[in-house]
């Protein structure tokens, strides 16, 4: 987990307080304002105060934490926040609380006037669920659960997505083209908004000079529109940054598109992009883009856990992407973005005494004070039988009728075996991908159906052309159902590539009729 100490502005607290943070966020034109949240749901706000930002109901600076009664116990899912600073969070309960400058009606409130205290966003959104929202300038976005995205605000280049220029002062939805579409991702820059749709395609407006719309061009949009150079490319994330995109596809690569005096496009050059442009990342997988609209600075995390960044980086211009030693995307913010505030809501823990999770992690598969172990492919595995039957009703009636201090498995290999019952000790999967498979038949066997969905998740982070056919198989065998849909869908949307592989070629015979069948009323043979 990341040390918030990383930020000054948290360097007064005391020990014993930084151990209770649970999430946070570093915002303010210097990084000189943050809220925090802590293991007890209690909402705290620390720094300058500017526009009254911090939601203590008057415009004092303060340099000890003060807690903000109305949000403790609100538990935020989603936090962003203006360069005003306005601030705007998410909870739970799918509801939007803003706070801060208000000089554009960025708060949704109808008014221009500050916003001393949080309060609840209700026009339009009374009904709604809010499962997201991201911050320009000075505009606001949110995305709901049912796909659909409002905004409210400043709007003098089209970032609201109203078709006029014209500020709105209260939540409108983005209709126009994002009609009956569900988007799943949301994210703004200073003065333009990003979509993601559930079937990958990406849509932009707002201002567009150093084309960071990706749409071939320099003219502001007023309207969402779709980036069709990235036409037949599956995107799951975006992340903007000042004045430049980022987006993340399901097969771990990045394009980026807009300004790049900085190099925070990573293209190796300082010529602004007006269209998506492949980054060269030596074949690795990425998992996360990140970038925030009060700076250029640009970072991505891999599927090993590398963090790599580039474009402005402490006043230098990176324009490739550079390896760091550190663990998250987060601490390339702490240390090089300027200012340097957090892209996104921090989760935070301190570590400074084992949790019970952590002392069990620590004792798996060490034979100290363990009563039982596995014997798999001539190698040892050391378990606790209190633990295991405590965790599997396999195992709790398997141990409950032996008194036996080794068992042998032949049923899986050494590799699966071990990644299970260490499961059962952390309740996290430590497999790549490619090798879940025999975990997900494992998980099948024993009817563990959390662990069934974790290795779901694991592989579609894993798929690929050359092998969404066999793990398309593996679902249909293993009766995965969501993942099984996953595969297909990807299956179609690569379908040219896919079909050309040797799985595909080595397909069962029903298997590959069903597909064609399925694919066929999906419309993927269509002109």
Not at 60 to 67: A, D, G, H, K, V
Not at 252 to 270: E, R, V
Not at 421 to 439: F, H, K, R
Request: hydrophobic share 35%.
């Amino acid at each position: 987990m990341l040390d918030v100490g990383k930020w000054p502005v948290f360097a007064l607290l005391p020990p014993e307080e930084l151990r209770l943070v649970r999430q946070a966020c570093v915002f303010g034109s210097a990084a000189n304002e943050a809220l925090y949240v802590t293991v007890g749901d209690e909402v705290f706000a620390i720094g300058t105060n500017c526009s009254g930002c911090l939601g203590l109901g008057d415009l004092q600076s303060t340099i000890e934490p003060r807690r903000i009664d109305v949000l403790c116990g609100k538990k935020i899912v989603s936090l962003s926040y203006g360069t005003g600073p306005h601030v705007v969070i998410a909870t739970a309960d799918g509801e939007v609380y803003a706070w801060g400058h208000n000089g554009y009606s960025q708060l949704g409130n109808g008014t221009t006037n500050h916003g001393l205290t949080p309060a609840l966003v209700s026009t339009n959104l009374l009904n709604k669920r809010v499962t997201e929202v991201a911050c320009g300038s000075h505009h606001t976005i949110a995305l709901t659960t049912d796909g659909e995205v409002y905004a409210w605000g400043y709007n003098n280049s089209g970032q609201v997505g109203s078709g006029s220029t014209a500020n709105q002062p209260t939540p409108r939805r983005v209709s126009s083209c994002l009609q009956n579409k569900v988007v799943v991702n949301v994210a703004c820059g200073q003065l333009c908004s990003m979509a993601v749709l559930d079937n990958g395609e990406v849509y932009g407006w707002g201002y567009n000079c150093n084309g960071q719309l990706g749409l071939g061009n320099n003219g502001n949009q007023q309207t969402p529109c779709r980036i069709a150079a990235l036409q037949g490319i599956n995107v799951v994330q975006v992340a903007c940054g000042y004045a430049h995109t980022l987006a993340l596809t399901d097969e771990g690569f990045i394009y980026a598109w807009g300004a790049n005096s900085y190099g925070q496009l990573g293209t190796g050059n300082k010529c602004n992009q007006t269209v998506p442009t492949l980054i060269n990342m030596d074949k690795e997988r990425m998992v996360e883009v990140a970038a925030c609209h009060t700076s250029h600075t640009s970072a991505a995390k891999t599927q090993s856990g590398q963090v790599l960044m580039w474009g402005q980086c402490r006043g230098q211009a990176v324009p490739c992407p550079h390896l760091t030693h550190f663990s998250t995307t987060d601490d390339v913010f702490a240390c090089f973005a300027t200012p340097a505030v957090t892209w996104h809501l921090l989760s935070v823990d301190g570590d400074d005494y084992l949790t019970v999770a952590q002392s069990l992690k620590r004792e798996f598969d060490s034979p100290d004070i363990s009563d039982l172990k596995f014997l798999v492919e001539g190698k040892c595995i050391h378990v606790h039988k209190a633990l295991l039957k405590i965790r599997c009703e396999h195992f709790r009636a398997l141990l409950n009728e032996s008194d036996e201090e080794a068992i042998e498995i032949h049923q899986f290999s050494y590799l699966v075996y071990r990644a299970f019952l260490e499961y059962l000790y952390t309740d996290s999967i430590n497999l790549p991908p490619e090798d879940a498979i025999g975990l997900l038949d494992l998980a099948t066997f024993y009817r563990e159906m959390r662990l069934k969905r974790l290795c779901q998740e694991t592989i579609k982070r894993g798929i690929s052309e050359e092998n969404a056919i066999t793990l398309l198989s593996a679902a249909v065998k293993y009766e995965a159902r969501e993942l099984e849909e996953f595969c297909f869908k990807f299956c179609v949307n690569h379908l040219t590539a896919v079909t050309q592989t040797q799985a595909f070629a080595d397909m069962d015979h029903d298997l590959l009729k069903n597909f064609i069948s399925k694919a066929s009323r999906y419309g993927a043979f269509k002109n």
